[in-house]
């Protein structure tokens, strides 16, 4: 039996098929698989029709005028596609505006190429999701083992932060999925947030992410505030903090007042439901708890947002 060739059109798919050891087998990535570094001489399969170098105001004004008139955010190479003869397609189905999902790819003909690949949507919302998901990725894969093996590994690793946290104070957190809109996350990230001793505020009862008011923030008084856009860098991160420097109204905030707000590297922790959400509740257990947990490897992946600078009487 021929060795599988994966064309992988999501990022945390990606990550889940090189932290299986199927890394080999992988001749087709897309436009935003950046981890492990090896994968980038893989040939790049889409691309995004929306420049993040916008401003994130405009990033999401083209974003919601894009879903409205029912187009697609995403490109797909069909011709790339098909000269590299996948045995599987991994895709999801969690959110169209993050990654390609199966509508992205209606309409190219697979059912007539002389190798017909099986398509995999992925669909993590939650932790139980994400182990599901590993699970989903080995079986076509034949390599169903290792998903178990991994998964135990990454529920251990969960219960030390439960067994250590369990006990202490509650804190509220506010975790900001976008700053021009603010919006707060959803999906596996209150789930996160309550494995490292915390309470996600402002959460929507159906898992979703939503956008929120500076006013409902205020009035939800967070302990802590983690701004993590979607698909940043922490020095992106870093530039849109500005866009909130000069209200006021963010100024006053506890969190914010207490240094205990965030910008963190959304695009490496948290966005992706990948293997490295695992990291990602170690990061959060750290910057709840920076007095008990001191993670290595993270020094780069967050920074504390300054507190205002009042001026003081004479």
Partial sequence: MSDPRIISLIASATEIVCALGAEKWLVGISHECDYPESVLSRSRCTSSSISSEQPSGEIDAQVRSTMESGQSLYRVDVKRIKSLEPTVIFTQVQCEVCAVSPRDLEGIGIETWAIRPQIVPLNTSSFRDLYNDILRVARPLRIEGRAFELCDKFRDRIKVLQDRTNKFPKRKVACLEWLDPLMI??????????????RAVLADENGRSRTITIEELQASDPDVIVCMPCGFS???????????ANDQRWNQLRAVQAGRAYAVDGNTYFNRPGPRLVDSAELMAQLLHPSVFDFPNFDSAYKPIAPPITSTPN
Avoid: A, F, K
């Fill in 234 to 244: 922490l020095d992106r991160t870093i530039q849109d903090i500005e866009l909130l």
């Fill in 185 to 198: 996350s959803g999906n596996w990230m209150p789930e996160l947030v309550q494995y490292v001793g915390g």
